[in-house]
């Protein structure tokens, strides 16, 4: 609570009790058995109380006691009987009371009461010993007190406005205090005329009242849930079909909560009222639903879009209203979905609406997403800065968009972004399960489509405007000439110099599919050293829409690939691209095709229908040369541990030693063995013998530096050989080594003991070719077995020291 809160209680606790004191010690007490009568009825009055809707506060029907009370009896017997009460009221059925809630109660109850009092006994002078007017008055001034003390606490602990709480929760019980004194008054002229016995009548009557009061409580509390759970309904709705489009839109999760933001903001400055801002808040949410009956590949387009995809993307407005009629929203969102798109110099779509005739939720949320568009990455193009999307946006005021919205859009851009990035940051992302592979289900009911993707048709090439004899010898060469090589490099080189005589480009680059990722195994031309380091994502940029949608795209952005931006200077960046898919099949995708020039809209179609002639052939060849490369790799890898093998080994350390004669540096080799291995393998098992196997080779990798090479020689038996690796870095890379073995022992099985025999050769000091460089790496490797037939970790120092000399 705060100060000020603790403060109020304090001094109602204060007044409250010293008051009780003062009255039970001067007062007196005449008949005890009409007070026991009193103080039974409050007990069991108190006991029918019912719960205040939306607030924490309990209306009991003790009031007919309470104001009897003040009539019949003494004012301490009055204040007895209202604490006792209040002191039931708040007890009944509760496991757990505040302290400070019980005596703020007790206090409370105390004040009202003796205020009752003294306006009953002073009411006399105004209106003379009429009975009804001083009751209600008195009754007027219970409800005064009780009341207001109550709504104070709770709007200074709830944190809400003390005249709101006090007119919303308590001003409509009023009429009930009335009705209350209004009994009291009839219970007390009974009492004058048959006696106080007569009190007795007062249950029956309180108890309907009780009852009266909690249906209608209960009735209202009931029609409350109702409206809270449509209104979450709604709400659950909005969000139900806001996660259809992200579904189907990759690049609008973010956009419209940003929309959603800015888009209220706006509408709350130009006075929409509630109904119609609630209806701009799910226009914001939903306004691109109707996008779920465009196909995807027209959505997620890394490219401008032909007139006929055009065609079937202005559709969108009108489906999304259609769609949206269906959820009968309590407020007018369809008019805002079905027009967002239109201008206010009427040549927008769909209905070619102008100036007010758009509804003014309509053209706030066009200025809106519109902004937000040019300033988020899309499929077809980077982002651009937002104070220069605004300034885009400024210049179609009076003819795009309405230049009222223009202007409160323009004087609070940079205040709405921050507001939406903190909106962004404090939601909670639902991620859809849309990379997940359902294993059930073999084939669709009708089958599956017979017709391959990408074929060629005869019209395609009857359309050509290139000289058809050319273009036919220079395929006819290429083809005769891509099957001649089966290395990878030479083919795909073949490729672009083929490709730039039909198809003239700046720059090629040919991405092979490699774990999910299209990777650049060929660049040649312009931003040579931009393209070979992208490294393209599935569905990313222009050359991963064309492998997931397995579909072409002519005059694509390349500027949307990613990192492509970062790697390029300003100004020199490429304009257009060209990308085909390389498939094997009819469904797996062996990588792209992309060519690029700086010009924009660069590549004609018949550009495209050369490329695609190519492409079957052209895919071909690079799939038999992936095979036969990864054939000869095989070759030189070591199955069991992934290391290269002997074979390698020797064509690799001829070559260093090439290397080092001529820059006159130093190399060293190390061999390695590993002891106990056989008994290992004895008494644990050959796959155990293989997993210290594998785990000591992955432990070699970690002790060698990266450049350093490591090779399995056959059975036990490694090699690395090192660079410019001195004798005193040698003697520290065996003892690594010695340690290596031990740990990959240790690691596959628990009491596994080995230890590495180390020996260490170094050129040109000891040798001056490959051969025997081994040769005396391998007698020093025997050396140091003798000294270690145990492995012993107190004399690996000793041992490892003798190896390198």
């Known amino acids: 609570m705060s100060l000020k809160t603790k403060a109020f209680i304090t001094a109602v606790i204060l007044a409250g009790i010293s008051l009780l004191v003062v009255e039970f010690v001067r007062t007196p007490w005449p008949d005890l058995g009409r007070f026991a009568i009193y103080l039974a009825a409050a007990i069991v009055a108190s006991g029918w109380k019912v719960e205040l809707p939306g607030i924490n506060g309990t209306l009991s029907v003790n009031l007919i006691v309470n104001l009897l009370a003040v009539v019949e009896l003494s004012p301490g017997e009055a204040l007895a009987v209202g604490c006792t009460s209040a002191i039931c009221q708040s007890l009944w059925r509760k496991r757990h009371v505040e302290a400070v809630h019980l005596v703020f109660n007790l206090a409370q109850i105390a004040l009202t009461m003796d205020l009752s009092q003294v306006v009953f006994r002073q009411m006399v002078r105004v209106v003379g010993p009429s009975l009804p007017l001083r009751l209600l008055a008195t009754s007027s001034a219970y409800f005064l007190a009780n009341t207001l003390l109550v709504a104070a ?24 205090y009335l009705v209350g004194g209004a009994l009291a008054c009839a219970v007390a002229w009974s009492n004058a005329h048959f006696g106080w016995q007569t009190s007795a009548m007062l249950l029956p009557a309180a108890y309907l009242l009780f009852r009266s009061y909690r249906l209608y409580l209960g009735k209202l509390e009931d029609e409350k849930k109702h409206v809270e759970q449509m209104a979450a309904l709604h709400l659950r709705t909005i969000e139900a079909l806001a996660l259809a489009i992200d579904a189907k839109d990759h690049t609008t999760h973010d956009h419209l909560q940003r929309v959603r933001v800015f888009a209220v903001e706006i509408g709350q400055e130009m006075g929409l009222k509630d109904g119609e801002l609630e209806a701009l808040r799910a226009a914001a949410l939903l306004h691109d639903i109707g996008k779920l009956a465009v196909p995807e590949h027209i959505i997620n387009k890394p490219g401008r879009l032909s007139p006929e995809e055009f065609e079937k993307m202005k559709i969108h407005p009108i489906v999304g209203g259609e769609i949206l009629e269906r959820v009968n929203f309590p407020y007018p969102v369809v008019p805002i979905v079905r027009s967002h798109h239109e201008r206010w110099d009427g040549k927008g779509y769909p209905d070619g609406l102008k100036g007010e005739e758009i509804p003014l939720g309509a053209r706030i949320l066009a200025a809106v997403d519109c902004l937000d568009a040019l300033a988020s990455d899309r499929q077809y193009r980077r982002g651009i800065p937002l104070d220069e999307a605004m300034a885009q946006i400024a210049q179609g005021a009076g003819t795009q968009f309405d230049e009222r919205v223009v202007e409160v859009l323009q004087r609070r851009f940079d205040e709405l972004e921050a507001k939406a990035k903190a909106a962004s940051n404090g939601s909670e992302t639902v991620k859809l399960s849309k990379n997940v592979r359902v294993t059930n289900g073999y084939a669709p009911a009708a089958g599956f489509e017979k017709t391959r993707a990408g074929t060629m048709g005869k019209g395609d090439f009857l359309a050509s405007i290139v000289a058809a004899r050319q273009e036919a010898q220079t395929l006819l060469e290429f083809s005769t000439e891509l099957g001649r090589s089966l290395s990878l490099y030479e083919t795909l080189s073949l490729v672009a110099a083929r490709l730039r005589k039909l198809v003239p480009y700046n720059a090629i680059a040919i991405y092979l599919l490699r774990d999910d990722k299209l990777v650049p195994e060929y660049v040649q031309g312009d931003d040579f050293r ?93 799939d038999n040369a992936m095979k036969y490369q990864a054939a000869a790799d095989s070759a030189k890898v070591d199955y069991l541990t992934g290391l290269p093998n002997a074979r390698s080994l020797f064509l690799h ?9 001529r820059e006159e540096s130093a190399l060293a080799v190390i061999v390695c063995d590993l002891n106990g291995f056989k008994a290992f393998n004895d008494k644990f098992g050959h796959l155990a013998g293989n997993k210290v196997l594998e785990t000591f080779a992955a432990r070699l990798r970690l002790v060698c530096r990266e450049y350093d090479f490591i090779s399995r ?19 520290e890379i065996c003892r690594r080594v010695n340690e290596a073995a031990m ?26 070719d490959a051969e025997q460089l081994l040769v005396e790496a391998d007698k020093r490797m025997y050396a140091d077995k003798k000294l270690t037939r145990q492995p012993r ?13």
């Open 653 to 661: 350390l001829d070559a260093e030693i090439a290397r080092c004669t």
């Open 743 to 768: 740990d990959s022992a240790g690691e596959v099985c628990a009491g596994g003991v080995l230890s590495a025999s180390v020996g260490a050769a170094f050129f040109p000091g000891d040798a001056k």
């Open 713 to 731: 020689m056959g059975g036990d038996e490694f090699v690395l050989v090192t660079p410019g690796l001195g004798r005193k870095a040698a003697q």
């Open 793 to 805: 970790e107190t004399d690996a120092f000793r041992v490892l020291t003798e190896a390198v000399q």
């Open 530 to 622: 931009a393209f070979q380091s992208l490294q393209i994502s599935i569905g990313e940029g222009v050359s991963g829409w064309v492998a997931q949608n397995r579909k072409p795209i002519l005059n694509g952005n390349p500027s949307v690939e990613p990192g492509y931006l970062s790697a390029v200077h300003a100004g020199e960046v490429m304009a257009s691209a060209l990308a085909v898919p390389l498939t094997r099949g009819e469904s797996q995708v062996l990588g792209v095709i992309a060519l690029y020039k700086q010009e924009p809209d660069a590549f004609a179609s018949d550009h495209l229908r050369i490329v695609l002639a190519m492409t079957e052939k052209i895919a071909t060849s690079i």
């Open 153 to 176: 606490v709770i709007a200074l602990t709830e944190k809400r406005a003390f005249r709101k709480t006090w007119a919303e929760f308590y001003l409509w019980s009023f009429p009930n």
